[in-house]
C-alpha cells in the first residue's frame, strides 16, 4: 500500500510503503469506546478529599453539660451533625486507573489510524524541523498546509520544533512512542515524519 511524502509546500517528495496491518483495519466503535474510557480514567487526579470529625481543627471540650439543658447529648462541636463538623463518609484520595489488556489497546490504536486514513486525515511529512523554534512561523507554515487543527508526530523530536508547537492551542506535539487513541480522535488530524512510520511499522510488526 503506497503513500504520499509532502513536504511543507504540501508536494509530493516521496513515497511510502504503508503496512495494511496499521492502516487497514475496521473500525469497532466498543473497542474504541473502551480504551477511551481507559485512559481517561488513568488520567483522572483523584486528589478529592474530605475532612473527618478526627481532621476538622477544634471540638476537644464539650460543648455543654451532659444533662439538664434539654438539649441532645454532644461530645464535641466537630460532630458531623453539626455545622462546620466533619463529614461522614466523604471522598478520600483514590486513584481511578485499570488495567487494560495490550492486545485491545493496540488494536484500538489500529483502528483509529485506518479510520483517519480512510478519511484522507492523515498526512506523511519529509520532516519535522524548525530553524527558529518560533510559533508564528510555524503557524504561517500549517496554515499553509491547510490544516486547522491536527496531531503532530514525530520520533526524535527536534526541540526548536516542540518549542514552536507549546503555544499552538490547535496542535499537539506528540513522540510517536506516546501515539494514543484519545489525543487522535481529540485533534481528528493526523501529521506524522516518515522516521515516525518506520517505528510503527517495527513496533507492530506481527502483533
Known amino acids: 500500500m503506497k503513500a504520499e511524502v509532502l513536504n511543507w509546500k504540501k508536494e509530493k517528495v516521496d513515497e511510502l510503503n504503508l503496512p495494511e496491518d496499521l492502516f487497514q483495519q475496521e473500525m469497532k466503535l466498543e473497542l474504541i469506546n473502551e480504551v477511551v474510557r481507559w485512559q481517561r480514567a488513568c488520567a483522572r487526579k483523584g486528589t478529592h478529599k474530605a475532612k473527618t470529625r478526627a481532621d476538622v481543627r477544634g471540638g476537644g471540650k464539650k460543648p455543654f453539660r451532659q444533662k439538664g439543658t434539654g438539649n441532645a447529648r454532644q461530645g464535641s462541636i466537630r460532630s ?11 471522598p478520600k484520595p483514590r486513584s481511578y486507573e485499570y488495567t487494560l489488556p495490550m492486545k485491545m489497546r493496540k488494536a484500538a490504536l489500529k483502528q483509529v489510524l485506518s479510520w483517519l486514513y480512510k478519511e484522507k486525515k492523515v498526512f ?10 518560533k510559533t ?4 504561517s507554515r ?3 498546509f491547510g490544516v486547522q487543527k491536527a496531531l503532530l508526530v514525530d520520533q526524535d523530536g527536534d526541540p526548536l520544533f516542540k518549542r514552536a508547537c507549546s503555544n499552538l492551542e490547535s496542535f499537539q ?8 487513541v484519545y489525543d487522535l480522535l481529540k485533534y481528528g488530524q493526523l501529521m506524522m515524519s516518515k522516521k515516525s512510520v518506520s517505528f510503527l511499522t517495527e513496533k507492530y510488526k506481527g502483533s
Open 80 to 90: 458531623p451533625l453539626n455545622r462546620g463538623g466533619g463529614v461522614t463518609f466523604g
Open 124 to 133: 506523511f511529512l519529509e520532516d519535522m524541523k524548525s530553524s527558529e523554534g
Open 136 to 139: 508564528k512561523e510555524l503557524y
Open 142 to 144: 500549517l496554515k499553509g
Open 173 to 180: 506535539f506528540l513522540p510517536v512512542e506516546g501515539l494514543n
